[in-house]
Every structure is written in structure tokens, then in C-alpha cells.
């Protein structure tokens, strides 16, 4: 959230490992995350530490004898930042901004510092900056925090205000002016699916963990000739084209990736986005296959959706990256759990004639009234999953 030289940090990564139930998420996977999102974000990791720890501490988020060593490590190794894998509380950023010699952020900061980076359309960079400002207001210090760099300047102080009161006024009125052009932006495109509606073309929206390959596989079926890079959140602003399939066609939009411990802020900034999900006739969930836990990532995704108001869609389940499998046979049981479903691989076109073979079912599929009639998917023979 501040300005940097990503060359010249030296970054640590500190997350706690916590007695979670099982179908939590993995504190060691979610650290090696965390590290993909700091690559992605132009940081270089030093070194990273997973601390033993039931829950954080409520003022240090460490225990005082385990902060002192981190303490001792960002100055023995110099450092410049230390990423935390949570959210921390406002009391705990104070804290440790405090006492540790580097500036720390969390999981969220570093997320929302990416999507403002990547977010390339106006409604993009209007969704980020809100997510960002409700990020930042309960955060707010005395010790001078310059919005210009969250957009726009601060107005002339008001007489007899301090200037903390003063920023926290121009933050809440600027959210205010974000949250009536997001509106905007959702009326817009209300009456953009109206019209569609209309002319009866049917929609999917593509739905997944970030870096599943969403785009790479709008890529392969339409030649959108979108930017599919190997980073997470590589794609932030929807994007939509047809595809033609026989004598019919069918409107693909690719969508933001999710991940695991999504920042509400971030989830509601981006409702006038994942509308396209909503309002869709179906999803596609491509799912990355090689990952060590596609398991997890499927329930992420199933998470958020139900949080966007759209986990009843009917959904097809497109398990992407069959090219990285040592062993196929080993996703036969997903296969069988997540019906419909196949293998894919954007890579090298494995499975492109069943997907649009399927797809073709779905279209045929519905009903006069506009509907996917329930079990009948085409002549797959397979009732349709929702991700409940």
C-alpha cells in the first residue's frame, strides 16, 4: 500500500500454525500462497516462518517471546517488510508496526495492493480503490497517512479539525461517490443482460481459483486473445465473447479468480462483477487438477459463490492442467463426484471436442422459458451438480 523498490526488498513471510478442524485450510499451502501472491506482486521472499500457535494474540498477533525473535531475525537479515498470512486486527497492525524495524502488512493489504495493479478498466480500478478505502479507514493513525495515493488529494483542512478527522471525512466521502458509480456500473449492465434476455443467447460465466486457467480456456474457445499469464489474479475486469457452436452460439464471461480467505471488502467491492455470475444460465468451474489440494480450492470457490448469491446455478466442472497429471486414473473419483465433469487441458486442446460437445448439450437443454430443466443435460445421462 505504499510506494517500494520491489528490487531491493528483502521480504519475510510469517503465518501461524494453527489446531484448525479437518477441511481447514493448510497453514503450509497457504504460506506457499502467500509467497505466489508476493511474486506476483514484484516481491523477492527472504525467508519465510510458520509459528506454532492455537490462535493469534490479540495486541501482538505473536507471543511476546516468539516476536522478539522476529524482531532479531528482520534485523539480522535487514529487512524491509514482513507480510503476515492473515488479517490483521487494527490493534495488532499498530502493535507490530511499533516494534518490529520494517514496515509490516498482512494478507489483505497484499491482495488489494495487486488488484490495484492489475486492474486495468474503469470499473476495475473503481471497485479496487472502494475495497480499498473500507480497508483503510478503521486503520487510520495520527501518524500521516497520504491518500493521493488511494486517488485523489485531501481538501483543505476545515478550521479547528485535525488532520486525522480530515481524512477520515474525505475517505467516507469518496466511498460514498465509489459506492453510486458502482450502482452505475450494475445498472449498465442490468440492462445489457436484458438485452440479451431478450434475443434468448444463452451465457456462462467462467468461475474458479485464481490461476486455474479461466482464461486460457476463453482463449482456446473464442481466440479472446486475452493477457493469460502464470500468476495469481492475472485477470481482475471480466471479459466477454461468443462462441459459436453449430448453428447456435453461447456468451462466455471469464471472471475474477477467487482464493482462499477472500477479503469481504474485496467480495463486496466486486458484487457489480460477479453479477455476471448471478445472472448467468450456468457456470463453468475450471479447476487446476495438478494442484496438491483441488479439493480445497472447489470448496473456496463453492464458498464464495454461496456469499455472491449463486451456488444453486447449475454448473459444469472443467478439470484443467490434464497435461500436468503424472496419473489421470488419480481424478477419477473428482469426476465422479462433480458430474458433469471432465479432464482438460488448455495447453494442448485435450478434451476442447467433449467440452463443446457438452456445451452444445446445455444449450439444447433448455427449456422454453429459458430454463435448464433439471437432469436433462443434453444426453450426458448426469444430473446437474450445483456445489452444495
Known amino acids: 500500500m505504499t510506494d517500494r523498490n520491489n528490487d531491493e526488498e528483502r521480504i519475510l513471510l510469517l503465518g501461524l500454525d494453527r489446531r484448525l478442524p479437518a477441511g481447514s485450510f493448510d497453514p503450509a499451502l497457504s504460506l506457499l500462497e ?8 514484484g516481491g523477492q521472499v527472504a525467508d519465510s516462518v510458520l509459528v506454532r500457535r492455537d490462535k493469534p494474540d490479540p495486541a501482538h498477533y505473536l ?24 488479517e490483521l486486527t487494527v490493534r495488532q497492525q499498530n502493535r507490530l508496526d511499533a516494534l518490529l524495524p520494517c514496515r509490516v502488512i498482512d494478507r489483505t493489504a497484499l491482495i488489494l495492493q495487486i488488484f490495484a495493479d492489475h486492474a486495468r478498466t474503469r470499473e476495475g480500478k473503481l471497485q479496487i480503490e472502494l475495497a480499498q478505502l473500507t480497508y483503510l479507514l478503521p486503520r487510520l493513525t495520527g501518524k500521516g497517512v497520504i491518500l493521493s495515493r488511494l486517488g485523489g488529494g485531501i481538501g483543505t483542512r476545515g478550521p479547528g479539525e485535525s488532520q486525522l478527522e480530515t481524512d477520515r471525512r474525505h475517505i467516507r466521502r469518496r466511498m460514498e461517490t465509489l459506492k453510486k458509480e458502482t450502482e452505475s456500473i450494475r445498472k449498465h449492465r442490468a440492462l445489457t443482460r436484458s438485452r440479451r434476455q431478450k434475443n434468448r443467447i444463452p451465457v456462462a460465466a467462467l468461475v474458479g481459483y485464481t490461476n486455474a486457467g479461466k482464461t486460457s480456456l476463453l482463449n482456446l474457445l473464442t481466440d479472446a486473445g486475452a493477457d493469460a499469464e502464470d500468476k495469481l489474479f492475472a485477470t481482475l475486469d471480466p471479459i466477454t465473447r461468443k462462441l459459436k457452436l453449430g448453428q447456435t452460439g453461447i456468451l462466455l464471461t471469464d471472471t475474477v479468480g477467487f482464493i482462499q480467505r477472500l477479503p469481504h471488502s474485496l467480495v463486496n467491492a466486486f458484487r457489480a462483477t460477479m453479477e455476471e455470475a448471478v445472472f448467468a444460465d ?34 459444469l466442472h472443467v478439470f484443467n492442467k490434464a497435461d500436468l497429471l503424472p496419473d489421470p486414473l488419480d481424478m477419477q473419483r473428482y469426476l465422479t463426484d462433480y458430474q458433469p465433469a471432465l479432464l482438460f487441458s488448455a495447453k494442448t486442446g485435450e478434451g476442447l471436442v467433449q467440452l463443446k460437445q457438452m456445451l452444445s448439450g446445455l444449450i439444447n437443454s433448455r427449456g422454453e422459458d429459458g430454463l435448464y430443466e433439471a437432469g436433462n443435460d443434453g444426453g450426458m445421462n448426469r444430473g446437474w451438480n450445483t456445489g452444495e
Open 34 to 41: 502467500l509467497a505466489s501472491l508476493t511474486k506476483t506482486a
Open 63 to 86: 507471543g511476546k517471546g516468539k516476536l522478539e525473535e522476529i524482531i532479531g531475525l528482520a534485523e539480522e537479515k535487514e529487512l524491509d517488510l514482513v507480510i503476515i498470512d492473515d
Open 282 to 315: 450456468f457456470l463453468i468451474h475450471v479447476v487446476d487438477c495438478s494442484h496438491s489440494e483441488p479439493e480445497m480450492q472447489i470448496r473456496t470457490v463453492q464458498q464464495v459463490l454461496h456469499e455472491v448469491g449463486c451456488h444453486e446455478k447449475p454448473m
